[in-house]
């Protein structure tokens, strides 16, 4: 039962384990760690916040890292054909993930897990997924210690996003070329007690990205910026 | 489509996109991100190493982070009888892992795919896991970045891990307890060419543990200590 598969590992008690504590991490960093969670309609924004965020923190010498779909569609959640060379199709089948409802509630879990790893190493991890159910995102918050989980409601209009539609994802939705397509004919359920919400409509991305830095020194998640 | 199943996220591309490079990181750090990747037997003081490596790194302000059993096994790569509650019983047996040739394939090729995101974050993943099959840590190898895959092998006969056998579980899998145990009646595929082999049977971990450091400076994936 030890052999390659989860719980696989001993740890040989006449060696000292030095571990390095997540205490010990933020303390030589001097923020803590945490997931930010955003959330909202496609074309909202998420992504381009998430990042304009990071690069703040980055600029300021904190740790983050934002996860995206650019970063765990093609690894962590490849679509089964991705899988099929590697590994074989009756693998592929049953890991990759597709657009079924358990699939995007594995999606959203993996990713959660993820950001709970990150965010036990001392780091800020972001992640910009629409994550459009509220039973998947408050299944990430309790697995996550208490205050690790920032809900970041990324608020717009379906109109607003929907005139972006900058990959015209909305216009093969309203064609019915997409099914289940989040906020045409596919719920989209708002954040009941958001941490943080946003207002992407009306404000530009810098301005999104100051609140929420602001709301993260508050929450005393990174040290205020010396003035 | 694009509802929260991966890829389920769109950028406006009239917002711009202010992503911190992976380059970006290393600059700022002074370090480069990789995967150390550990195998060996059942015993073989991985988790010890990891551990011993990480509080170095830590020490000298390199940002590292070990993945093993204790932080992947109740989250990204749970059990089925730990997702039943709160996923259902369909979803779990899919998706949780046990100890099928399958099921150790998955699980392996998740860690490799979230080490790969550490190593994009400019981190050092440690990575401490029995993985006694080449072809599963060459997936990992093959999905990485060139350079990234750090392989070690700590080596330690079969009969010395027995004899600490710190959990019992050799002793359980000599009984014939335990089916498809690693070394006992399952193989260990020993790494063909690993960047790093330390022999762990007849030298302490501090001692390992410098070795494993003075490779990663050789390497140039950290900068040398100061004299």
């Known amino acids: 039962m030890n052999h390659g598969g989860p ?3 001993t740890v040989d008690v006449r060696w000292h384990a030095h571990a390095v504590t997540r205490a010990d991490r933020e303390r030589a960093t001097g923020h803590k760690g945490c997931v930010l969670w955003f959330t909202g309609l496609s074309g909202c924004g998420k992504s381009t916040l998430a990042n304009a965020i990071d690069q703040r923190l980055n600029a300021r010498g904190v740790r983050s890292f934002v996860l995206d779909g650019d970063n765990v569609r093609l690894g962590l959640n490849a679509a089964p054909a991705l899988l099929t060379e590697r590994h ?3 693998f592929a089948k049953r890991f990759g993930l597709g657009f079924s409802a358990q699939d995007r509630e594995e999606n959203i879990r993996r990713i959660g897990a993820v950001a709970e790893l990150f965010s036990q190493a001392g780091i800020i991890a972001l992640t910009a997924f ?3 159910y509220r039973c998947d995102r408050d299944a990430v918050r309790a697995v996550l210690a208490p205050g ?3 809900e970041v409601y990324v608020k717009a209009p379906l109109a607003v996003c929907e005139g972006r539609d900058p990959k015209g994802l909305y216009k093969k939705a309203r064609a019915g070329e997409i099914k289940g397509f989040t906020g045409i004919d596919d719920p989209y359920e708002e954040p009941l007690s958001p941490e943080i919400v946003v207002d992407s409509a009306s404000r530009p991305p810098d301005e999104l990205a100051a609140e929420v830095i602001a709301w993260l020194e508050r929450a005393g998640k990174i040290a205020a910026r010396p003035a």
Chains 1, 2 share one sequence.
């Open 7 to 9: 719980p696989d590992d």
């Open 88 to 90: 074989g199709a009756e």
């Open 130 to 132: 629409i994550s459009p």
């Open 148 to 150: 690790d989980f920032v």
